[in-house]
């Protein structure tokens, strides 16, 4: 998945899907640059630069495409002429009990800052527990699950309330990271919180 832009008077925004594909919709008759990347900055997700359709890196040299009134294009497609390398970290969110913790968020942070790089990847657990994140290759840096706790929402759960020790509330409550040093795939990694399960209320 990569985002894609495109570019007139105004911008219109939207992300390819799972299988590539891409829309663009309600567009207003006019001229567009259709760009992909839009911030230029190289991730796991979109390890290439600024990429224009059709399939150059230079805006100088993009196809400059024109839509008309109630008029439908297709098959503007864009392939990547050369990016760089990246891995994939998987593996799964768990509490201290081993049960699985779904919709759970799983963070990357990269060591070090790079003018033209993403230093951070996030994402969410599905319903098995599983996380997948792409990042460049040889990137190093931590990896780790987080949640926010509420007093309110964890009151019957004394393993989290000693967490949070007369708080209201811990945004973003990490597990322990790992550290990642980008030069492989890593595909069954276990994040654990400190806390078994308990199930949180919720709002009436």
Known sequence: MFRL?????????????EDSIYVLEEMPPGKYL????????????????QLYYSNVF?????????IGEGENINNYDIHVPSQSETVILKGVLLYAD???FENGGVEFVSDKKKKNEESHATTLTDSQDRFSI??????KGKLFG???LFSWEYEDCPSILKILNGKEEIWD??????????????LNIKLEF????CKPKKLE
């Open 98 to 100: 081993s049960k699985p």
């Open 194 to 197: 400190p806390f078994t399960y």
């Open 134 to 139: 792409k990042i460049l290759k040889g990137t």
């Open 58 to 66: 230079e805006k100088e040299k993009a196809t400059v495409i024109t």
């Open 34 to 49: 259709i760009l992909a990347n839009d911030d230029g900055k190289l991730s796991g997700y979109e390890p290439f630069p």
């Open 146 to 148: 987080t949640e926010t």
């Open 173 to 186: 409550y990490p597990t322990k990271a790992l550290i990642i040093d980008g030069n492989t795939d890593l």
């Open 5 to 17: 832009l495109a570019l007139n008077n105004f911008h219109i925004f939207n992300c390819t899907e």
